[in-house]
């Protein structure tokens, strides 16, 4: 018996029209480029969508057009999050951080028929220009004044101009929930940048399941400060969250260093925010260095790449829970989260912040299955490893113009690439990236843990372990460490610093000190690079204990 509901769409738009409708008055600031703070709220974000909805069709633009975007997290750009998706477009984050070439690959590849940047992104596009096929049209996310002047682009729109020119209100489409809305490329560590081609149903509901308390716990007296890029999977969906739920907003813009996130984090009483480890890193040391604290605070959200135990309780410290979660762009992203349960309540701080450095356990939406290489499910007992499978409303089902990829291949299931093991509560712990296991005398050896406890060395600003060649063994791991200013470490001292907190089998054995490390656009350590690097001989002499 079919029932007997409505059958409303679940569209990106109505998450702002409720926005505007029921708190209008909630402030978006947004750090701009000058450093200088804008300020707008739901209402009027609500109003000029509308506008700059009926703009985009001033470029001919069809159902399903791509429209990119080249930006810092800012109120224009969540203008377009909506206002694109809303008119029945796709709204293309690009990753400016990628290389010239790859963000050159993903505008011809995506077809990007319009393309919105900052004004510090035109010199990025005028190098690239001659690398595509067709210039889409520019527009200049600024105001007249702010127009920058190129040779190279003589045709630039300013943003301003367009909403000022388009007329009131837009008659807002009536679009199916499975028509796409955004579209965002994987970073490439793994290979060329994939495209990921989120639907409004999907953006919907994937922002209903992180509000909830036991994932981002967000509500109308949340202040939400997504420091994680909106070009890096739409902000881990907090442009659709903090609306949905009538949170303040606060952008940080292009001024990610420990300074000014701290400035934003106490002037505007953010009590929740999100972004990956090294931001967290440098907003940290920042505060040591100054003698800063934290007031208001509650929750950071920390993900992208595994959180380290000791920032876990850096924050404690500072009075903020930490909330490690583990998604890929594939996912929307959010596939897990980690928050306790009432059974750890009692438990004491050093094993609360043991399991907290697990990657969470599944919101509900996310199923999870973890399989060995024949594909034969692997037993949830938090010791047995396998390959972690996922599947979900907001789980990608393909990627955008390359259906059939091998990560597809398990039918209605998505191969994450992911090593992990799952206890029976849940908790899923990432143990590395398939490519990155180290794989020693047929043994798996898990990068991740080891730069954990490296990480908790006094000595050690930053670690990455990668698989080195060995004769013996197949692979060894090989340490490579960055060094506080004037701080010294031998090999042996960390091969001690080891012991008792791994099998000694898995005790790095050769170390590298290095300057510093290399990361991806999206600020992981690039594994796939320092291989390379250790391959071409380009790394320091290797230390042995
Ligand atoms: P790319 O695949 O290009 O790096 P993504 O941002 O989609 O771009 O990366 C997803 C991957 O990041 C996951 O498959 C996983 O390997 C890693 N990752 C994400 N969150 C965590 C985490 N909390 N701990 C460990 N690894 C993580």
Same mark, same amino acid.
Request: hydrophobic share 45%; with cysteine.
């Given at each position: 018996? %079919?029932?007997?509901?409505?059958?409303?769409?679940?569209?990106?738009?109505?998450?702002?029209?409720?926005?505007?409708?029921?708190?209008?008055?909630?402030?978006?600031?947004? %750090?701009?480029?000058?450093?200088? =703070?804008?300020?707008? &709220?739901?209402?009027?974000?609500?109003?000029?969508?509308? %506008?700059?909805?009926?703009?985009?069709?001033?470029?001919?633009?069809?159902?399903?057009?791509? @429209?990119?975007?080249?930006?810092? &997290?800012?109120?224009?750009?969540?203008? =377009?999050?909506?206002?694109?998706?809303?008119?029945?477009?796709?709204?293309?984050?690009? &990753?400016?951080?990628?290389?010239?070439?790859?963000?050159?690959?993903?505008?011809?590849?995506?077809?990007?028929?319009?393309?919105? @940047?900052?004004? *510090?992104? !035109?010199?990025?596009?005028?190098?690239?220009?001659?690398?595509?096929?067709?210039?889409?049209?520019?527009?200049?996310? #600024?105001?007249?004044?702010?127009?920058?002047?190129?040779?190279?682009?003589?045709?630039? =729109?300013?943003?301003?101009?367009?909403?000022?020119?388009?007329?009131?209100?837009?008659?807002?489409?009536?679009?199916?929930?499975?028509?796409?809305?955004?579209?965002?490329?994987?970073? $490439?560590?793994?290979?060329?940048? +994939?495209?990921?081609?989120?639907?409004?149903?999907?953006? !919907?509901?994937?922002?209903?399941?992180?509000?909830?308390?036991?994932?981002?716990?967000?509500?109308?007296?949340?202040?939400?400060?997504?420091?994680?890029?909106?070009?890096?999977?739409?902000?881990?969906?907090?442009?659709?969250?903090?609306?949905?739920?009538?949170?303040?907003?606060?952008?940080?813009?292009?001024?990610?260093?420990?300074?000014?996130?701290?400035?934003?984090?106490?002037?505007?009483?953010?009590?929740? #925010?999100?972004?990956?480890?090294?931001?967290?890193?440098?907003?940290?040391?920042?505060?040591?260095?100054?003698?800063?604290?934290?007031?208001?605070?509650?929750?950071?959200?920390?993900?992208?790449?595994?959180?380290?135990?000791?920032?876990?309780?850096?924050?404690?410290? =500072?009075?903020?829970?930490?909330?490690?979660?583990?998604?890929?762009?594939?996912?929307?992203?959010?596939?897990?989260?980690?928050?306790? +349960?009432?059974?750890?309540?009692?438990?004491?701080?050093?094993?609360?912040?043991?399991?907290?450095? +697990?990657?969470?356990?599944?919101?509900?939406?996310?199923?999870?299955?973890?399989?060995?290489?024949?594909?034969?499910?692997?037993?949830?007992? $938090?010791?047995?490893?396998?390959?972690?499978?996922?599947?979900?409303?907001?789980?990608?089902?393909?990627?955008?113009?390359?259906?059939?990829?091998?990560?597809?291949?398990?039918?209605?299931?998505?191969?994450? $690439?992911?090593?992990?093991?799952?206890?029976?509560?849940?908790?899923?712990?990432?143990?590395?990236?398939?490519?990155?296991?180290?794989?020693?005398?047929?043994?798996?050896?898990?990068?991740?843990?080891?730069? &954990?406890?490296?990480?908790?060395?006094?000595?050690?600003?930053?670690?990455?372990?990668?698989?080195?060649?060995?004769?013996?063994?197949?692979?060894?791991?090989?340490?490579?460490?960055?060094?506080?200013?004037?701080?010294? !470490?031998?090999?042996?001292?960390?091969?001690?610093?080891?012991?008792?907190?791994?099998?000694?089998? *898995?005790?790095?054995?050769?170390?590298?000190?290095?300057?510093?490390?290399?990361?991806?656009?999206?600020? +992981?350590?690039?594994?796939?690079?320092?291989?390379?690097?250790?391959?071409?001989?380009?790394?320091?002499?290797?230390?042995?204990?």
């Amino acid at each position: 018996m %079919r029932a007997m509901m409505m059958d409303v769409p679940l569209l990106t738009t109505s998450i702002l029209r409720h926005a505007a409708e029921y708190h209008g008055d909630t402030e978006i600031v947004s %750090r701009l480029p000058d450093g200088a =703070l804008h300020r707008t &709220n739901y209402a009027e974000t609500w109003e000029r969508c509308a %506008r700059l909805a009926g703009a985009l069709g001033a470029f001919g633009l069809a159902p399903g057009d791509r @429209v990119g975007t080249l930006a810092w &997290n800012g109120h224009r750009h969540l203008e =377009l999050y909506y206002a694109v998706g809303g008119a029945g477009m796709v709204c293309h984050t690009i &990753n400016p951080r990628l290389f010239p070439e790859q963000v050159a690959y993903i505008i011809g590849h995506a077809g990007d028929a319009a393309l919105f @940047v900052d004004p *510090c992104f !035109v010199g990025l596009l005028e190098g690239i220009a001659d690398r595509l096929e067709q210039l889409p049209s520019v527009v200049v996310m #600024t105001d007249r004044a702010g127009m920058p002047a190129s040779s190279r682009l003589p045709d630039l =729109l300013c943003y301003e101009d367009l909403i000022e020119a388009a007329p009131k209100g837009f008659d807002w489409p009536e679009l199916d929930e499975r028509d796409a809305c955004s579209l965002c490329y994987t970073s $490439g560590t793994t290979g060329e940048p +994939k495209g990921v081609l989120y639907s409004h149903r999907s953006s !919907v509901l994937h922002a209903m399941a992180v509000c909830v308390p036991d994932v981002f716990a967000l509500s109308a007296r949340s202040v939400v400060m997504p420091v994680v890029p909106m070009f890096h999977v739409n902000a881990w969906g907090l442009p659709y969250a903090a609306p949905m739920v009538g949170a303040k907003l606060v952008l940080p813009g292009p001024k990610l260093d420990g300074a000014s996130l701290h400035a934003l984090i106490e002037e505007e009483g953010v009590t929740y #925010t999100a972004g990956v480890p090294t931001v967290w890193m440098a907003l940290l040391d920042w505060m040591r260095d100054n003698g800063q604290s934290l007031h208001g605070l509650e929750r950071v959200v920390i993900g992208g790449s595994a959180c380290p135990p000791v920032m876990i309780k850096r924050f404690r410290a =500072l009075g903020a829970t930490v909330v490690h979660g583990w998604g890929m762009t594939e996912t929307s992203p959010l596939g897990v989260a980690n928050t306790p +349960k009432a059974k750890h309540k009692d438990l004491p701080e050093e094993r609360q912040i043991e399991l907290s450095a +697990k990657q969470g356990r599944p919101l509900f939406g996310v199923e999870l299955r973890m399989v060995d290489g024949h594909g034969r499910d692997v037993p949830h007992d $938090g010791t047995a490893r396998g390959s972690l499978l996922v599947r979900g409303p907001w789980i990608a089902a393909g990627y955008y113009r390359q259906p059939d990829a091998p990560a597809f291949a398990h039918p209605g299931w998505f191969e994450t $690439g992911d090593v992990v093991t799952i206890d029976a509560d849940g908790y899923v712990q990432v143990v590395d990236r398939t490519k990155d296991v180290v794989k020693s005398g047929g043994e798996w050896i898990g990068s991740i843990e080891l730069e &954990n406890i490296a990480l908790a060395h006094p000595a050690v600003r930053e670690a990455a372990v990668v698989a080195r060649p060995d004769e013996r063994w197949g692979e060894r791991p090989l340490l490579l460490l960055v060094l506080h200013d004037g701080m010294f !470490v031998t090999c042996g001292e960390m091969a001690a610093f080891y012991e008792g907190k791994v099998p000694r089998w *898995c005790i790095p054995d050769a170390m590298v000190v290095v300057q510093e490390l290399p990361h991806t656009a999206t600020g +992981k350590l690039q594994k796939a690079r320092i291989r390379e690097m250790l391959r071409a001989g380009e790394l320091p002499p290797v230390m042995t204990a």
